[in-house]
């Protein structure tokens, strides 16, 4: 069994706020989506909530595998080519999988 380190603590606890906050962004997406075409006209705010909750979708993902990486020891590790990813940027985007160098 692995044994955490504060930051891995300090990640999860970050990462699961983010999903939740996700989530309830999600839900509330998808109800704008669709609530309106029950009753009125085809509206291109329709499309532009379907498509931010498409957005959301995959960045929950995102944090899903982040926390995923946490819990079998490899976040942090660049998942393309196994470098150290920098505190800054996992301090930014604790979902981030890419070092700066495979993101570019």
Do not use: F
């Amino acid at each position: 069994m692995k044994v955490w380190s504060n930051a891995e603590w300090e990640q999860q606890s970050r990462l699961l706020d983010e999903r939740d906050r996700l989530r309830r962004l999600h839900t509330e997406l998808r109800a704008a989506a669709t609530s309106r075409r029950d009753y009125e006209p085809h509206d291109v705010t329709d499309d532009e909530a379907a498509i931010q909750a498409d957005v959301i979708e995959g960045r929950l993902t995102a944090v899903d595998e982040a926390l995923e990486r946490i819990d079998s020891g490899g976040y942090g590790r660049c998942t393309a080519c196994g470098s150290q990813i920098a505190a800054e940027r996992l301090e930014a985007l604790p979902a981030a999988a890419l070092c700066r160098r495979c993101v570019s």
